[in-house]
Every structure is written in structure tokens, then in C-alpha cells.
């Protein structure tokens, strides 16, 4: 019996031991602490769930605060409810608020709901004058000089008034007077004088002289746009005169150059434009339906809505923090006073959200909308980080910014950056020179299953090198995206996918590629451009562009291979310099086309290897290669074993570029690829969501007929 008892007694104090061993474990392993942030919320309280904060930047006080006083055991979650959220400033993060591999900082949405954080003010208290036109006096505006550049109505970026509505005025004729030269090729300061003719000066005749100097204009030459200031105007001799930089002497101003003028009172004329007058009142014409009672119009405030900060150059770094299921939208860009030169990929503005010097942080499910700037740049010094299903639009600059303008070196080099499956669209809103996603000086970024679509210039831009020096973009693969609708005949000289400088190791693979016009010269699919070098194309459709579906400027032993080319409307390829050593190879290519010719450019002397590639015209027999027939192009050398032949696609004329059967692909050695997994996935919202509005893929088409016949 005693010892029955023992045993008795044994097993109790094991299973008490045993209980609380687990109790202790599970209290110790406990997955999250949690922070709560609600649009009710006051950053006075403690953050708990039924004492909500208020703000982002509350939270990340809360998550100092709670660092300071605690080991970091556990991954620190701020939830934050759906709402609406009105930002004052920027959420800054420091070193300090980073978290680590194993327990990240998380700003994540409270499940199934979606917060919309907001850098803008809401403008109330419109009245409607005689004319129609609703007026606000906006104090801030009239007493602290406010001023914004951007303005949303109903949610959609409105239209700030200008000359003409629709279409361009034309340059007369553009003097320079150089103030000082400087070092480079471009002066420091200079003058320019733009004159007109009558017929294109009479709309500028109501410009009043109190608002001169908030006047500007937008001229668009080749593959730059220029936005300036006016700093006088002459009406006697139809001349205004505007003042920075001297012009790029190998892309300036010029007669017959299209411009715009836009925010004076005068042209303020169409329903849905706007005009911040001198003295700080807000004038808007609205549209058909719009009252000020069921109208919501918002003012973007703050320039930047997340800044990421750290310092990798002494490895003092913004680690491992995510943002999930979270939007943002209303970011400032206020253009200075100097204006914004022309730059390339408008790479010299911001982003709403910019990064430096941070590794491991990750945007999920993430929107960022309704911006004067760029939406995403990891900038000098981040690496292992990842943008996914996330959702950037109605932008006024470009998608996602990856690198720097010059290479860094060490820890301030930026790589391993990740961006799948998002939908990056309607680019380029203020600054038409931006694109989808620019790799400047950075390696090893994967650009995968994206949809980016509806910009002005450029898709996807690789490199940022021109010619042979050193470079840092390597590696990078640029994968299964869908790159559609770009150019919309307003800049020249620019792709779907450009490249620049030597580029080992990049490959730029399985992409669809359609529907690219350029304004005049340039609109093509794959263009690698001044000294683009050692980059692999293959397995790519490329249909619908303007100039070709491939065109090298210079560069050197890249690979254009098994991809199909499909339907340009001028040429079908296209290259250009000749040098002292093997530019490209290309082989194993399909090219099928109704209009234009194949070849256009120097092929004759270029040192290529071109062979094993199909040909095929859908309209009838005629084949002209740079002005030869097929046999006289094959007497040059090249294309010995290729073929003119149907490639036996089920629909081409619609786009379906399947086989239906293979026999004449395998004679060249073409191997078929599955085009149709380009493009974002996931379930049926995602995927209409990547669709472009119908309305917007007729006014595209509209745009490139116009252009083609007007041309």
C-alpha cells in the first residue's frame, strides 16, 4: 500500500512538473507582441487593443519604447484596423526599429480589413461662383505659403489647367544665352528664350503678370521632358523666357518642339481642371454630376510618406521589418522653383517610400497610389528585400527604384532585391520620363510574374551606364512579366525593356511584350542600348511595337535567341552602330509580320551571328532585309540555314501565338515555351485588377493610329 502511495504521489509531482514545464515553455514561446492602432485611437494610450493608438509613428514609438526596456523574444506585431488615417508627417524609421532574422517588426492590417494612410488635407468649404467654378480661400495656402502641384477629386488625380487641352503648342524657334559655363557639357546657368508664332502665342496673350512666376511649362523632346518655371514673358515679340541649366547639347529644345502651359487663370476652361491662383484661392471646374456635397477633394501635403533610414557605409543598419495589407496614398511632389531638368527615367526626383541603407524589409498586399513622385525606392545600401502582390498606380513618376545613379561600393551596394506577382500600372502621370521599375548600379534583383503596363516611356530599365565602363547592374533577371502599353506616342527612343552598359550575367526571359509606340523614332520591345553587353534574351513574345520587336544601338556579345517577334509596324529589327567586335547573336527567332519591313540599319556591316531563324509574312510574299531580297540577304553571310516559312500559330491576327503544330519551329530549332505564364497570378480579383480599363486600351490605340498617320 505504501508503496502504491509512492508511486501515487511520484506521478502527481510529475504531471504538476510536467504542466507547468509546458505552461512555461508556451509562456516563453509566445509568437507576437502586439501593438494596436485604430483610426480612433490616441497616441497617448498604451496601444493595446481596446486602447488603440493613433498613428504609424505612435506605433514605432511604442515599439522604441517597449525595445528599450525588453529583450527582443518575440516577433512585434502592430496591427492596425481598417480606416482612414490622415498623416502629419512621415513615418521615419531608424536602425533602432528594426527588428531581427528570427523576430521581425511587423505593421500589418488587421485581418480582413484594409487601412488607407493618407499625406494629404481634405479641402472643404467650396462656394460656386457665377462662371460655375467652385473657389476656396485655403488659409494655409494665403498666409504660409502653401502650394501643391498635385490635386484628387473623387479619388482621381484631376487635370491642373492648361494650354491647350488637348494636344501641344509648337516652338517657333529656341535661343540660349549661357550665364556660366561651368566644367561639363552642359552649362551651370543659362537662359533660354522660346518664341512663337501668333496663331501658337495667342493662348499665352491672357497669362496675367501677377501670375507669371507660378506659370509653367512641359516640352517633351525625344526621350526627355523638361518642366519649368516661366520667368518673364514678351508679348510685343511672342517670346517667354525661362532660366536653369543650359540645355543638353545632344537633346535640347527645339523648333517645331511640342509643349504645354499649364496653371494660370485663363486656362482654366474644361470640366475637371484646377488652378491654385497667387493669393490662395483653390479654383476648380468640376465635372458633369460633381457637387461640393458629394465631392471629395484632397491636397497632397506631405513629400515623402515612409522614410526607411540606416547607414550601411559603418553597417548601421534598418533591418527586418515588413508592412502587410497596408495603403498608402496622397504623396507631394512640389517641383522647386528651378524646375526639374530633363533626366533619363526622371531618376533624379523621390519616392513616397524611400529606403537607404536597410536590408530584409518586405511590402506584401501593399497599395501605393495617387503620388507626384515615384512609389518605391530601395536606394544606396539595401539588400535582401522584397516587394510582392503589391499594387502601385495612378503614379506620377515610376513604379519601383532599385540602386543608385553611380556605383557603390561594399555594404552601400544595393542588391538581392525581389520584386513578384505585382501590378504596377498608370506611370509617369507628372513625369512622363518614368518607368515601371529602373535598376540603376545594383546586381542580383529578381523582376518576376509582374504586370506593368500604361506608362510613357519605358517598362523595365536595366543599367545605368553609356558605354563600356564599369558597371554594377549584374545579374539580373527580368522574368515572366507582362509589359504592355507603353509610350503612347509621346517620347521617343525607348522599350518595353531597355538596357544600358555591360550587364554580365542578366537575363531577360519568358516576358510578354506589346503594344509599344513611340512618338517618332524608337518604340521597341527589346532594346539594348549604348554598350548593353553580355545579357542573355530568350524565350520572350514581343508583338505590336512601333520600330521592332528588337533593336541594339551598341554593345557587345549578347544572346537574342527563341524568342518570337511579332507584328511591328515599321521595321521588325533594327540595329545601328558598327564596332570592332561581335554585338549580338541571333538565332532561333520567329518573325512574323503584315506591314514594314524585316531588317533596317547597318546589318550589312555589323558583326552579328544570325542564322536558324523563321520569317513570315502574314500579308503576302514580300520580304525586304535591309533592302535585299531573302537571296540577296543570304549571300551576305548570315541567315544561311533560315527559313521562310508559316509558323503555324493558331490565331497570330488575335494574338495567339500557340502552335498548332511544330513542324516548321523544329527545322530552325526553335523550342516552344509557355507564354501564358507571364503576368501575376492568384485569384480572380488580382487578376482583374492587372486588366486595364477598356477605355484606356482604346484611347492607346487611338493615340498610335493618330501617330501613324500624322507622321
Not at 215 to 231: N, P, Q, S
Not at 687 to 711: G, R, W, Y
Request: glycine share 10%; hydrophobic share 35%.
Amino acid at each position: 500500500m505504501r508503496q502504491s502511495k509512492n508511486i501515487l504521489i511520484c506521478l502527481l509531482i510529475f504531471l504538476f512538473v510536467g504542466f507547468n514545464t509546458v505552461k512555461s515553455w508556451a509562456q516563453s514561446s509566445k509568437a507576437t507582441i502586439e501593438f494596436f492602432v485604430a483610426p480612433d485611437g490616441n497616441d497617448l494610450n498604451a496601444g493595446t487593443k481596446e486602447e488603440p493608438l493613433a498613428t504609424l509613428t505612435g506605433a514605432r514609438d511604442a515599439v522604441r519604447a517597449y525595445k528599450r526596456e525588453n529583450e527582443l523574444s518575440s516577433s512585434i506585431v502592430v496591427v492596425i484596423r481598417g480606416g482612414k488615417y490622415e498623416m502629419t508627417e512621415p513615418l521615419v524609421l531608424l536602425p533602432a526599429d528594426g527588428g531581427t532574422s528570427q523576430y521581425p517588426i511587423i505593421y500589418k492590417a488587421e485581418e480582413g480589413s484594409t487601412p488607407v494612410f493618407s499625406g494629404g488635407k481634405k479641402i472643404m468649404g467650396f462656394t460656386v461662383n457665377n462662371n460655375g467654378v467652385w473657389e476656396v480661400r485655403v488659409p494655409e495656402c494665403k498666409y504660409y505659403n502653401w502650394r501643391f502641384d498635385q490635386l484628387y477629386v473623387n479619388g482621381k488625380r484631376a487635370v491642373l489647367a492648361r494650354t491647350p487641352n488637348k494636344g501641344f503648342l509648337k516652338i517657333g524657334n529656341v535661343k540660349q544665352n549661357i550665364w556660366d559655363r561651368g566644367t561639363g557639357r552642359v552649362a551651370e546657368k543659362a537662359e533660354q528664350v522660346l518664341s512663337f508664332d501668333k496663331e501658337n502665342f495667342l493662348p499665352l496673350q491672357d497669362i496675367r503678370d501677377e501670375e507669371i512666376e507660378n506659370v509653367r511649362f512641359r516640352a517633351y523632346h525625344k526621350w526627355d521632358f523638361t518642366l519649368r518655371f516661366m520667368d518673364r514673358i514678351d508679348r510685343d515679340s511672342a517670346r517667354i523666357y525661362t532660366s536653369g541649366h543650359g540645355m543638353k547639347p545632344w537633346n535640347p529644345l527645339f523648333k517645331g518642339g511640342r509643349i504645354v502651359f499649364e496653371n494660370y487663370a485663363a486656362a482654366l476652361d474644361e470640366a475637371g481642371e484646377w488652378y491654385l491662383n497667387e493669393k490662395g484661392t483653390l479654383h476648380y471646374m468640376p465635372l458633369p454630376g460633381e457637387t461640393p456635397e458629394n465631392t471629395e477633394i484632397v491636397a497632397p501635403a506631405l513629400e515623402n510618406i515612409i522614410s526607411v533610414v540606416g547607414d550601411a557605409k559603418n553597417n548601421n543598419l534598418v533591418e527586418n521589418i515588413r508592412f502587410e495589407g497596408l495603403a498608402f496614398s496622397h504623396c507631394h511632389y512640389r517641383m522647386p522653383r528651378t524646375g526639374s531638368e530633363p533626366n533619363q527615367a526622371a531618376a533624379l526626383i523621390n519616392a513616397a517610400v524611400m529606403l537607404e541603407g536597410a536590408r530584409n524589409i518586405t511590402f506584401t498586399n501593399c497599395e501605393i497610389s495617387q503620388t507626384g513622385q515615384h512609389a518605391l525606392w530601395f536606394g544606396k545600401g539595401c539588400s535582401d528585400s522584397e516587394v510582392e502582390h503589391c499594387y502601385l498606380n495612378d503614379l506620377g513618376g515610376g513604379g519601383v527604384y532599385l540602386g543608385y545613379f553611380a556605383p557603390q561600393e561594399g555594404e552601400e551596394h544595393t542588391e538581392n532585391i525581389r520584386l513578384h506577382n505585382n501590378i504596377i500600372q498608370t506611370g509617369g502621370q507628372e513625369f512622363p520620363s518614368a518607368v515601371g521599375v529602373w535598376i540603376g548600379h545594383s546586381s542580383d534583383n529578381e523582376v518576376s510574374r509582374n504586370d506593368i503596363g500604361n506608362f510613357y516611356y519605358s517598362g523595365v530599365s536595366v543599367g545605368w551606364i553609356w558605354g563600356y565602363a564599369g558597371s554594377k547592374a549584374k545579374r539580373n533577371q527580368i522574368t515572366h512579366n507582362n509589359i504592355h502599353h507603353i509610350g503612347w506616342a509621346l517620347l521617343s527612343d525607348m522599350a518595353a525593356v531597355y538596357t544600358l552598359g555591360k550587364s554580365e550575367g542578366t537575363v531577360i526571359s519568358n516576358n510578354i511584350v506589346h503594344h509599344v509606340h513611340a512618338y517618332s523614332y524608337g518604340g521597341w520591345g527589346l532594346y539594348t542600348d549604348e554598350g548593353s553587353s553580355d545579357i542573355i534574351m530568350e524565350n520572350n513574345l514581343v508583338y505590336s511595337t512601333k520600330t521592332g520587336g528588337f533593336h541594339q544601338h551598341y554593345g557587345e556579345n549578347n544572346i537574342i535567341r527563341n524568342n518570337i517577334f511579332a507584328f511591328a509596324k515599321l521595321y521588325q529589327l533594327q540595329c545601328t552602330r558598327v564596332e570592332k567586335h561581335r554585338s549580338f547573336n541571333f538565332e532561333n527567332n520567329i518573325v512574323v509580320f503584315d506591314e514594314g519591313v524585316v531588317l533596317k540599319g547597318a546589318w550589312e556591316n555589323i558583326d552579328i551571328q544570325m542564322d536558324n531563324n523563321l520569317y513570315w509574312n502574314t500579308a503576302g510574299d514580300r520580304y525586304f532585309f535591309n533592302g535585299k531580297s531573302f537571296a540577296e540577304w543570304q549571300k551576305t553571310g548570315h541567315d544561311a540555314n533560315s527559313i521562310i516559312a508559316d509558323p503555324h500559330f493558331k490565331d497570330a491576327a488575335n494574338y495567339n501565338f500557340n502552335l498548332r503544330n511544330k513542324r516548321n519551329v523544329k527545322r530552325i530549332g526553335f523550342k516552344p515555351f509557355d507564354y501564358g505564364s507571364a503576368g501575376v497570378y492568384g485569384d480572380a480579383a488580382w487578376l482583374a485588377k492587372a486588366k486595364l480599363p477598356v477605355s484606356i486600351i482604346h484611347a492607346f490605340d487611338k493615340e498610335v493610329e493618330q501617330n501613324m498617320t500624322t507622321k
